[in-house]
């Protein structure tokens, strides 16, 4: 676990997936906006305890790092966070995205999360470069990317199909100020 001040973040758990569901259910609306699509299976439990079963695999494969977002008050979930694609060999780099309940948004925890996450990337995975990709019009999203560190570095056109369009993305990235 790794605590900010309100929240925490930790790797999910087989006894997260029925909160895990809930937490998609209720987001489905507003995250599918910003997602690629979903099949209708996702929507389940046995899908949720799949992909967290997939998560810890790949975690242990220093290839993806899935992260819940939990507040430190009532352990009520109320966010994911992933590292992913992560490259070694010459790169040493990933991407990051996160998603926030939409009744928790503005709260400041997206910010603390990615700021989390950054800091372990950096200094126990020794990444020296993340990357985001954030749909322009999500001014919040980029405005945590840049409260946590980040700068622009350009549009990425028609990147990522989202409800079957090709949508642009503003490209954020950090460095690792280690190695600079």
Same mark, same amino acid.
């Given at each position: 676990?790794?605590?900010?001040?309100?929240?925490?973040?930790?790797?999910?758990? @087989?006894? #997260?997936?029925?909160?895990?569901?809930?937490?998609?259910?209720?987001?489905?609306?507003?995250?599918?906006?910003?997602?690629?699509?979903?099949?209708?299976?996702?929507?389940?439990?046995?899908?949720?305890?799949?992909?967290?079963? #997939?998560?810890?695999? @790949?975690?242990? #494969?220093?290839?993806?790092?899935?992260?819940?977002?939990?507040?430190?008050?009532?352990?009520?979930?109320?966010?994911?966070?992933?590292?992913?694609?992560?490259?070694?060999?010459?790169?040493?780099?990933?991407?990051?995205?996160?998603?926030?309940?939409?009744?928790?948004?503005?709260?400041?925890?997206?910010?603390?999360?990615?700021?989390?996450?950054? #800091?372990?990337?950096?200094?126990?995975?020794?990444?020296?470069?993340?990357? @985001?990709?954030?749909?322009?019009?999500?001014?919040?999203?980029?405005?945590?990317?840049?409260?946590?560190?980040?700068?622009?570095?350009?549009?990425?056109?028609?990147?990522?199909?989202?409800?079957?369009?090709?949508?642009?993305?503003?490209?954020?990235?950090?460095?690792?100020?280690?190695?600079?």
């Amino acid at each position: 676990m790794i605590y900010g001040e309100q929240i925490y973040i930790r790797s999910f758990k @087989a006894i #997260d997936a029925a909160a895990l569901l809930q937490f998609q259910i209720n987001n489905k609306d507003f995250f599918e906006k910003y997602a690629m699509e979903r099949a209708s299976d996702y929507y389940t439990i046995n899908k949720q305890i799949e992909l967290i079963n #997939d998560w810890s695999n @790949a975690w242990k #494969d220093d290839t993806h790092y899935q992260f819940g977002i939990f507040l430190k008050e009532t352990e009520q979930l109320v966010g994911t966070l992933s590292l992913f694609q992560v490259l070694r060999g010459s790169l040493q780099s990933a991407f990051i995205g996160y998603f926030i309940d939409l009744s928790h948004n503005g709260k400041g925890y997206g910010t603390v999360a990615v700021k989390l996450a950054v #800091d372990y990337a950096f200094n126990s995975l020794h990444l020296h470069r993340i990357e @985001a990709g954030v749909m322009p019009h999500n001014i919040g999203s980029i405005k945590v990317l840049e409260k946590s560190g980040f700068h622009k570095e350009g549009i990425a056109r028609k990147n990522v199909k989202i409800h079957g369009k090709w949508e642009d993305h503003q490209v954020l990235a950090i460095l690792n100020p280690h190695d600079l």
